[in-house]
């Protein structure tokens, strides 16, 4: 029986047994345990979701799911990896967004994002709210591009790495918003909330799990989100397509990649898995606790969306003139 997205996430609301779940496997797979590897190390939003969606699939796959943490060098470590494992189905990649920047980034990759993986699913996005310090005079996103056009020298962003998902969304809002503005780049969120709080910069673009904190405080005031819709997560905060900004979207993404050549029956399964794991109420609770909202789809369109990526921020990297070490 052949079931489109819809059905599969109502089947697995309601808990009913699933294609990819039933005993006959497809050319014997799996007929022993999967890697299943994050691009990032323990504890972090991307490891966290690898292991939730580890646990959904093993039980219906009827095989173990092993979790790899192969962190390093912005995700090309575990990139390169997976992209040279045999395509059996037994070796998963759970690629982050900074897959779909590299080549634009960085010279003689080891591998080819295009060529060298099989997609099978979206599985999440992390929105980035734009967020400045409460005491800030502006108190809308209209008020914050016055305030940067106004002032020669600008807003300052703070981000939490050079190329990362932040720093790419705020050059992109800085360009459509045609605004003064620098990003000025920090060794992760901690040290760039330290210089927000304290009010020597701007604004950033965060994950709204770390900001609540600081938000519920009366420290910090959200001006929007820059997804393409209004997300579960915070859905008070307007997105800034809404407030005059359409082409500002930018977010954190996970999606489970294999080694090209993997069979299609495998990512097909696979596919379903993991479109049944978004539609669990669990998986969905563990996720916004970690500051995710789950997407799935078909493998399709998680290849188009790598593409579409790929070329948006590819532009993005050369206006700004963006380099890393």
Do not use: C
């Not at 580890?54 to 790899?68: A, K, M, T």
């Not at 999440?124 to 305030?147: C, W």
């Not at 500002?248 to 294999?258: E, F, H, P, R, S």
């Not at 070329?311 to 003139?321: F, L």
Request: net charge positive; aromatic share 8%.
């Amino acid at each position: 029986m052949t079931m489109n997205r819809r059905q599969l996430l109502a089947a697995a609301a309601a808990g009913l047994t699933l294609p990819w779940s039933a005993s006959g496997h497809a050319q014997g797979w799996p007929a022993r345990p999967i890697r299943m590897v994050s691009p990032y190390g323990a504890g972090g939003s991307n490891d966290i979701l690898t292991r939730v969606l580890g646990d959904f699939l093993s039980r219906g796959l009827g095989q173990g799911i092993v979790v790899e943490n192969k962190s390093g060098a912005g995700t090309r470590i575990a990139n390169e990896y997976v992209a040279k494992a045999p395509p059996d189905g037994y070796t998963l990649l759970h690629a982050a967004a900074p897959i779909a920047i590299g080549e634009a980034l960085y010279k003689d990759l080891p591998y080819d994002v295009h060529k060298s993986f099989t997609s099978i699913a979206s599985t999440a996005i992390a929105p980035l709210f734009l967020v400045v310090n409460a005491e800030a005079p502006y108190k809308s996103l209209a008020e914050f591009i016055k305030y940067a056009k106004a002032d020669p020298k600008g807003v300052t962003f703070g981000s939490p790495g050079a190329g990362s998902a932040p720093h790419l969304t705020a050059e992109l809002l800085l360009r459509s918003a045609g605004a003064n503005g620098i990003v000025v780049q920090y060794r992760g969120d901690a040290p760039a909330y330290t210089e927000l709080l304290a009010g020597r910069i701007d604004a950033t673009l965060t994950a709204i799990s770390t900001a609540v904190p600081h938000i519920q405080a009366g420290k910090l005031r959200v001006l929007g989100v820059a997804t393409e819709e209004r997300t579960p997560l915070y859905p008070q905060a307007p997105t800034l397509r809404e407030q005059g900004l359409p082409s500002v979207v930018g977010y954190g993404w996970y999606g489970m990649l294999a080694p090209a050549g993997t069979p299609a029956s495998i990512v097909e399964r696979l596919n379903a898995g993991i479109n049944a794991a978004v539609g669990d109420v669990e998986v969905r609770r563990k996720a916004e606790a970690a500051g995710l909202q789950l997407r799935g789809g078909t493998a399709a369109e998680f290849s188009a969306f790598i593409a579409s990526e790929t070329r948006k921020w590819a532009q993005i990297i050369k206006s700004a003139n963006i380099t890393v070490e």
